[in-house]
Every structure is written in C-alpha cells, then in structure tokens.
C-alpha cells in the first residue's frame, strides 16, 4: 500500500481513477491519495463537500484487483464504512453509527451530526470488479463549518484536540486493509452499526414526496436496497437516492 500526499488538487478521484494501471500481478494493489486542498471535491447526490484547507483527511483509495465480484460490490463500501466507524470508536473513543449506505454520523447534544462522507466508483469487467475508487472526506481539524453545512462536526470539536493528518491517515489505512481482508460477510456487523436501525422514525421518498414512517430491517446483500417495515407492517425496498431520512 503505498500514500501520495498533494499540496491542491480538484478532486482526489479524479487522480486515483486515472492513475496509470499497475503492474501484472495476482492479488489486490492498494494505492492511497491525499490532498491538504481539494477545490472540487464531490459527495453523494453530486454535493461539494466543505473542507478547509490542510484541517481535515480528504483522500482517495485505489483498489486494483479487487478480487470481488460485481454482484457483491457493496461490500467494498460495507467495508469502508466500517473501517471509518471501528477506526473513531477504538482508535479515539467516539461513538457513531453508518448512515445508509455509508456516511457516518455522531451522536451530539445539539443532534446528530456528520463527520464523514463517502463517494465510491467502481469499474467493473463482466462479472468482476477491475477497480474500485473509495473517495472519503473525514473531518478532523477543522473548528468551524459555514452555514451550507449545518450538521458537521469534526473531530476536534468532538474531541478539543488536534491531529495529525498524516499519522492518522496511516492509522486508518492499517485498519482499512485489515478489514478489506477478512475473508468473512460484513452484514452483520454493518447491520450493528447501522444509524436507526430498528426504530421507527420519519422517511421521506425522492420521487414523490410521500412521507412515513418506517423502521430499518435490513440491507439487500446484492442490490444494497435499504429494506424497511412501515406502520401498517408494510414491507417496503429502495435504492440509493430513491428516499431520505427525515432529521
């Protein structure tokens, strides 16, 4: 595994994804991209994500060969999330849940609040993943967030210390590719962590604006559709971007 540091650049995903091929070989590359300054880094639904300058972990991970299946990539993002979520729960002591499919969130008093998002892109060759990119914004030093973001938290503000950048990205990097490597299903421990999972609360769907409530019950392991019970005992399924929690 090797960790390229970069003063600015647009977006770390733009880098990993067009970085030159590795050498033939067996067995998954792992290579890392970090930048002190992204100008045009890009979250789920196609939103910026703020990050101040040289404050927080912006960065991209490359995985060539994989050696997972099409059918079964959202486990590369069950794997990632974890990673993230095991990694602020042992390694600082700060409690979170998944948000579906891969934001993590943390408990705080003025409400819940979002310390790391995720965009991942794969590239797939038939039935095989060639390469995944894992794009993760993980604020850590930042002390103050514009109005656009109402719901961040860093984990300075968490915390009242500061970091690292370098150590950490190490820190997270060595427990990433452990967990990457378990040969073992990930659902259930993603299911553990999952934000509300089991309780009833507000949903909102994309489409057509319908509101409910609804309980998670589970995550589908091949589509990733978020499985969910309503009042009336309702079974219902959605894809990613096809509803919204209602915070």
Known sequence: ?????????????????????????????????????????????????????????????????????????????????????????????????????????????????KICGMLIEHTLAGEEISHTVIGIGLNINQREFSEGAPIAVSLYQITGREYSLEEEL???????????SREYSLGEAFLGRLYRFGQMCGWRETATGEEFRAKITGVHPVTACLLLEDESGKSRSYAFKEIAYIL
């Open 170 to 180: 190490e820190s997270f990097m060595e427990l990433f590719e452990s967990i990457f």
């Open 1 to 113: 595994m090797t960790i390229s540091w970069i003063d600015t650049t647009g977006s770390t995903n733009d880098l990993a994804r067009t970085a030159p091929l590795p050498e033939q070989g067996k067995g998954p590359v792992i290579r890392v991209w970090a930048a002190l300054e992204q100008t045009a880094g890009r979250g789920q639904r196609g939103n910026k994500w703020e990050s101040e300058a040289g404050k927080n972990l912006t960065f991209s991970i490359r995985i060539d060969r994989p050696g997972i299946k099409s059918k079964d990539q959202f486990r590369i993002s069950q794997a990632a999330a974890l990673a993230v979520s095991i990694w602020l729960e042992e390694r600082h002591s700060v409690s979170n849940r998944i948000k579906w499919p891969n934001d993590i969130f943390v408990p705080c008093p003025a409400g819940d609040r």
